[in-house]
């Protein structure tokens, strides 16, 4: 079965930087674009980033220049660095794949940004 498994979430203080990571299994990789969401307490989940499987990228205007989104094939893993983060960051991160035929979710990570 299909599995997404998030990591490197935490508490950061304003300014600061974290790496997102999304580990993937039970699909072939490098076929799907792979993308990255947030929800924010009392808000719906929100694009942060996409990286297609040709690693053509596509940002939120929120994260445009901040944000990085990155994978590595040879380890099925995708990559979301996170630099000058705000408050307003503050949410939990989610990987996504999603295909014409399907649609799966890591359980999320949560990112906290706060002095």
């Known amino acids: 079965q299909v599995q997404l498994v998030e990591s490197g979430g935490g508490l950061v203080q304003p300014g600061g930087s974290l790496r997102l990571s999304c580990a993937a299994s039970?699909?072939?990789?490098?076929?799907?674009?792979m993308g990255w969401y947030r929800q924010a307490p009392g808000k719906q989940r929100e694009l942060v980033a996409v990286?297609?499987?040709?690693?053509?990228?596509t940002y939120a205007d929120s994260a445009k220049g901040r944000f990085a989104i990155s994978r590595n094939n040879a380890k099925n893993t995708v990559y979301l660095q996170m630099n000058g983060l705000k408050p307003e960051d503050t949410a939990v991160y989610y990987c996504?794949?999603?295909?014409?035929?399907?649609?799966?979710w890591g359980q999320g990570t949560q990112v906290t940004v706060s002095s």
């Open positions: 990286i297609s499987s040709v690693d053509t990228t």
């Open positions: 039970g699909i072939i990789f490098n076929r799907y674009a």
């Open positions: 996504n794949v999603r295909s014409s035929r399907f649609e799966y």
